[in-house]
């Protein structure tokens, strides 16, 4: 095959005909519909959408955390399908990183040693005056000894987005990383995710947050579970304004349902 | 109560079991001592069957208690949402240790039943065996009666509503927003009764050994003191879990790989997680080998006859008894721990953990806790058979033979491991 050099970039992240279906008790429920996206590399996208939407559901599935039900993700090149769990680990802990929605920190670690698990664990040495300069950049440079039960929410989840940045990965995912932050720490995060994407990082954000959306190169829409609208170069004020139609029509819809 | 039981079934199923063998153990002892008063007993018969079960079921009660302890300490480690849930909504400190004692004691009387049937057929069984190997008289029949079995069962039931009372002191007591999983160890000062404690045990322990050097080979004092001896180490020893764990962690050789780094870590910071294996392995190892090894030196210097051979019975009945109770205690406490850790399973995979270096870091905390308990145990049996040997034999050297300490070792370690390594699989798996 050839490989013409004037065509764009291949994305690092290519998802098609996406779709998550949980078998609940309570009757299935669809998570996902059918999702097609393309992630340019380098390029900072945000995921918006009304609660119980399928945010996380679709980050964990592009980040090969979970299995969808049918649909293709390629990471990189690499199609996830094709990989048994520890080959897929192994692929996640080199090319991704992950922000979880809950922190997911080890209790016996200190911050310093949580964050440079990733690495250890693919058997490599930290260098740890790397280790230090994203603690520093994440601004926890004096508190790298601190067990996770010391340090506040916010401050668990500064070591979070220290922890996914240290193996250098293609493609950082994070689910509303400024969820527990207040504004000035969550206006650093994001002035880092965006310092970083301008370096050449590609990022991927799920936020409830117009302010956050803003930092991103372009907003991508998701309601019950497919992709219905999507904002380049988005403002904080459009992305509101987009978002306050979207829920109320969601909740147009759900009350439709509840009257039938 | 018996919903909540039902939500928390791996804990009642370990509770529940220590108290049906504890149960089988302390009624077994009291049909002999029943048989022992009874008017039918003959002459010479009445003091053993009187002696040898008040003495050993005196172990056995202690042995008991020690074990429901820990097992409801382990069980309560995985509720301590809903403790501090409970405290939260106004829950006194008393409350939430009376309703675990009330659940406790709920499990214990549901097993009681079966234990005091099981045990009155074991005391009959005991005595056919003890009657066979000629130690009793022929016209001695087994006669429990019924007060003496009931009162045993009771004594457990009590027995483990007190254990329930101490084993959940420490976590109604702390503060209900306090970190679910303390990483630190807290208040150093709390380490102190329990270290005098385990000292006491070990002065005792050895002071009993020791007092055997002044008597006679032929003295039946010289078991009755060993024995007791080697059970008082071995608790003591118990004690002084985190310590061992500690340095046998300082000890190891400092692995290189992520697996290695973190189980290191575990040990040193949350020593907690394996405090268990290493409590019911060093008494494992520390009974059954002091025991055996004890028997070995008798066996091989002391003359055959009626007394020498009863005694021999005993103790490898003793072994058999407590081997087994400490062998499904260990079962028990292990499966629970590593399934309260779930969770923190789930983290590390979702960090890049394969499941094959999650098990490999169990293992590697499993095996400091091994090497910590078989490294203690030994020589704590070692140090109570020496003064034994000396004076049966005139020399140490028969407290050293290796058949007794191997067979233990072997034993505590393979359970240890296998139990570790299909329980680890199985949560890591589906973490
Ligand atoms: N394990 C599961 N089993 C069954 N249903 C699930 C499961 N996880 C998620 N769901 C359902 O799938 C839908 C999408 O969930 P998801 O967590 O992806 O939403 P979200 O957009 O991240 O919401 P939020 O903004 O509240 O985090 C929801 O309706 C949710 O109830
Ligand atoms: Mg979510």
């Not at chain 1, 802990?93 to 964050?115: I, S, Y």
């Not at chain 1, 950049?137 to 500064?158: D, I």
Request: net charge positive; glycine share 10%; with cysteine.
């Amino acid at each position: 095959m050839s490989h013409p050099s004037h065509a764009a970039a291949p994305p690092v992240v290519r998802v098609r005909d996406l779709r998550v279906r949980y078998e609940g008790e309570a009757g299935p429920v669809d998570a996902l519909r059918g999702i097609d996206l393309d992630v340019p590399r380098g390029s900072f996208t945000a995921i918006m959408g009304p609660s119980g939407s399928g945010k996380t559901t679709l980050l964990h599935s592009a980040a090969g955390l979970q299995t969808p039900t049918s649909g293709m993700v390629e990471l990189g090149g690499a199609d996830l399908s094709t990989l048994d769990a520890t080959r897929l680990t192994k692929l996640r802990r080199r090319r991704v990183g992950f922000v979880f929605q809950a922190f997911h920190l080890l209790a016996a670690l200190t911050a310093r040693q949580n964050v440079e698990l990733p690495l250890r664990l693919d058997g490599k040495r930290a260098d740890p005056r790397r280790t230090q300069a994203l603690l520093d950049r994440v601004g926890l440079g004096a508190r790298g000894e601190h067990r996770p039960h010391q340090l506040s929410g916010g401050q668990k989840q500064r070591v979070a987005v220290a922890r996914a940045l240290i193996t250098d990965p293609e493609v950082v995912f994070a689910d509303e990383p400024t969820g527990a932050l207040d504004i000035r720490s969550a206006r650093d995060v994001l002035g880092l995710l965006r310092a970083l994407a301008d370096g050449g990082q590609t990022i991927i954000m799920v936020t409830h947050d117009p302010v956050a959306a803003s930092f991103s190169d372009q907003v991508l829409f998701l309601a019950d579970g497919v992709i219905v609208d999507h904002l380049r170069r988005p403002s904080a004020p459009e992305v509101a304004s987009r978002m306050a139609t979207l829920v109320e029509s969601a909740e147009r819809a759900a009350n439709t349902v509840e009257i039938v | 109560m018996l919903r909540s039981l039902a939500h928390h079934r791996g804990g009642a199923v370990a509770s529940g079991l220590v108290a049906f063998i504890g149960t089988v153990l302390v009624t077994t002892m009291a049909g002999l001592l029943g048989t022992g008063l009874a008017d039918t007993t003959i002459g010479d018969d009445k003091s053993f069957l009187t002696q040898f079960p008040i003495i050993l079921g005196g172990w056995v009660v202690a042995i008991v208690l020690f074990a429901m302890v820990s097992t409801v300490g382990v069980a309560l480690a995985g509720r301590v949402e809903e403790i501090a849930g409970l405290r939260l909504v106004g829950a006194t400190p008393r409350q939430v240790q009376a309703r675990f004692a009330g659940e406790t004691l709920t499990v214990a009387a549901i097993a009681a039943v079966p234990g005091l049937a099981a045990g009155m057929l074991m005391g009959g069984f005991v005595l056919d065996r003890m009657d066979a190997a000629g130690l009793t008289e022929p016209g001695t029949v087994y006669a429990p009666g019924i007060v003496l079995p009931v009162i045993a069962a009771v004594l457990v039931l009590a027995v483990s509503v007190v254990a329930a009372w101490i084993g959940s002191r420490t976590l109604a007591n702390r503060s209900p927003v306090a970190d679910p999983e303390p990483a630190a160890p807290t208040g150093r000062g709390r380490n102190r009764p329990r270290r005098i404690a385990a000292a006491l045990l070990l002065v005792a322990g050895l002071g009993s050994s020791s007092a055997v050097l002044g008597m006679d080979a032929d003295d039946i004092l010289t078991t009755a003191m060993t024995g007791p001896a080697v059970v008082l180490v071995a608790v003591g020893l118990c004690a002084l879990a985190p310590e061992l764990l500690l340095l046998a962690n300082r000890l190891a050789r400092s692995g290189s790989n992520a697996s290695a780094h973190v189980a290191r870590i575990n040990v040193t910071v949350v020593p907690r997680r394996t405090r268990p294996l290493v409590t019911f392995l060093v008494l494992f190892v520390g009974v059954s080998a002091g025991t055996l090894s004890m028997q070995g030196v008798e066996n091989g210097h002391a003359a055959p006859g009626g007394d020498a051979q009863l005694l021999a019975a005993i103790n490898y009945l003793v072994v058999v008894l407590l081997g087994a109770f400490m062998a499904i205690a260990l079962t028990n406490n292990l499966m629970a721990s590593i399934a309260q850790r779930r969770a923190e399973f789930a983290t590390m995979s979702l960090v890049g953990s394969t499941h094959a270096q999650t098990l490999r870091m169990l293992l590697r905390e499993v095996g400091t806790g091994i090497a910590a308990s078989v490294v203690a145990g030994t020589l704590g049996a070692m140090a109570c058979v020496v003064p034994f040997a000396v004076a049966k034999t005139g020399s140490p050297a028969a407290a050293f033979a290796p058949l007794p300490y191997a067979l233990a070792i072997v034993a505590g370690a393979a359970i240890a491991l296998v139990v570790a390594t299909l329980a680890g699989r199985r949560v890591i798996r589906t973490a």
